[in-house]
């Protein structure tokens, strides 16, 4: 009796010991007697003990390499230091398994040489403005490589691109002298911008003080001649009615002569007397000492 309960004890012992449960994004490769047997996905599962192994486990999420800087030399002979970042996801646990030792040596040494036999064909200048289009024949390159390994390249970024020194630092003064010439550039404008606006504000206020200008010789022509043609209108006026008064000669003659006083009353030092106002001035004399005596 003993026997067979301790029997039953070690079965049960072996089914719960070979009773596995696969995680989530895991696969359990199976191998039965040292050969491929199968590949466990998500679940429960049973292996035969004694026969049946797990030869790997394999992660199936995405993972992501940082592989150290590697030295380069471009075209025009600048060794620079590059290092890379690999995305990649296993997508065959049985060809990652089987399909090559030690997988990540391998991606390691192979986008070395990609990246070395990309950046020989490319000149310095064309290397640091050119990521995108590295990372895109890189990542083309190792994916087409890593098929056979059931590996799939996601994504490849090139992290740092390092110089040599001597190169950092005539970058640096270059990059100084376009940011000097930008600015001398700027200010230039800014003056030159400044110097138009002046211009156009001088013009404005020339032409402003010449309308202005402009506008008081013609308001004080329309003044004059408004005022001269009323004169006009007047002298006009004292015509017509002392002609339609019909005045005697006598009469216009005194008028001459009041006119002439005005006028000898002025500051003229010569006064030329017509003959008619000769006459006139006799005839008052006479007038006048006839009403005396």
């Excluded at 797990?54 to 380069?72: G, T, Y």
């Amino acid at each position: 009796m003993a026997v067979i309960i301790i029997i039953a004890i070690i079965i049960i012992a072996l089914i719960i010991v070979n009773i596995r449960v696969v995680q989530q994004a895991r696969a359990f490769v199976i191998e039965r007697l040292g050969a491929y047997k199968e590949t466990w996905n998500v679940g429960l599962h049973v292996k035969m003990p004694f026969i049946d192994r797990v030869a790997k486990i394999v992660s199936l999420k995405e993972q992501v390499a940082d592989f150290p800087p590697q030295p380069v030399i471009t075209k025009d002979n600048v060794t620079m230091q590059i290092d890379t970042v690999v995305y990649f996801q296993i997508t065959d646990p049985k060809l990652f398994t089987y399909g090559i030792e030690q997988p990540m040596v391998a991606i390691e040494n192979l986008s070395a040489t990609t990246l070395r036999n990309i950046i020989g064909d490319l000149e310095l200048d064309q290397c640091l403005t050119s990521r995108d289009i590295i990372n895109s024949k890189m990542r083309a390159i190792l994916d087409e490589a890593t098929d056979p390994w059931g590996i799939k390249v996601n994504r490849v970024e090139l992290k740092n691109i390092l110089p040599p020194k001597e190169i950092q630092n005539a970058m640096e003064k270059q990059m100084k002298a376009e940011r000097e010439r930008r600015e001398a550039i700027l200010r230039a404008e800014g003056e030159k911008r400044a110097a138009i606006l002046e211009a156009e504000g001088e013009k404005e206020s020339a032409i402003l003080r010449a309308d202005a200008k402009k506008q008081q010789q013609i308001l004080e022509a329309e003044g004059e001649a408004e005022a001269i043609l009323k004169v006009q209108t007047a002298t006009a006026e004292g015509i017509r009615l002392i002609n339609e008064s019909a005045p005697s000669d006598a009469v216009l003659r005194i008028k001459a002569l009041e006119a002439f006083t005005a006028a000898a009353n002025g500051t003229a030092t010569k006064i030329i007397i017509p003959s008619e106002i000769q006459g006139l001035a006799g005839l008052a004399a006479g007038v006048i000492e006839a009403n005396k005596e």
